[in-house]
């Protein structure tokens, strides 16, 4: 098991791995607890934080309580009190936050498709 506290770390690799109030870069182990801390990039198999922030995140259980996240990719996710910017997983529980629901990335893409039409449309007519 590898432990880590205060510090800032480069990378970090092992069966169960625990990061208590440090920042790593990336982190690749079995299973990982984070408390109060951040990470750029986690591969894992179990994941649990509390009171921390991920940028990317894979695993295939995560548990989040009062955490952040750019991107979550999952096949089992338990939030509470977290905020997830882009969210997949095949099963979800808790009060999830994701910014990015299906539904608002389908009005952005369909949003992005006509301003793109208009302003070809308006390139024909000006040009």
Request: hydrophobic share 45%; proline share 1%.
């Amino acid at each position: 098991m590898t432990r880590e506290s205060g510090s800032i770390i480069s990378a970090v690799s092992g069966d169960s791995v625990e990061i208590d109030q440090s920042a790593v870069r990336s982190i690749d182990a079995e299973r990982v607890e984070m408390r109060s801390a951040a990470a750029r990039d986690v591969r894992s198999e179990t994941m649990d934080l509390d009171d921390s922030a991920v940028f990317t995140l894979r695993a295939n259980d995560v548990q989040m309580r009062d955490c952040a996240a750019v991107a979550v990719i999952a096949e089992n996710v338990t939030q509470h009190g977290s905020n997830t910017v882009f969210l997949l997983a095949r099963r979800v529980e808790g009060d999830v936050r994701a910014t990015f629901t299906p539904a608002s990335a389908f009005a952005l893409g369909l949003g992005a498709v006509l301003g793109i039409w208009v302003i070809r449309r308006i390139r024909r007519i000006t040009g």
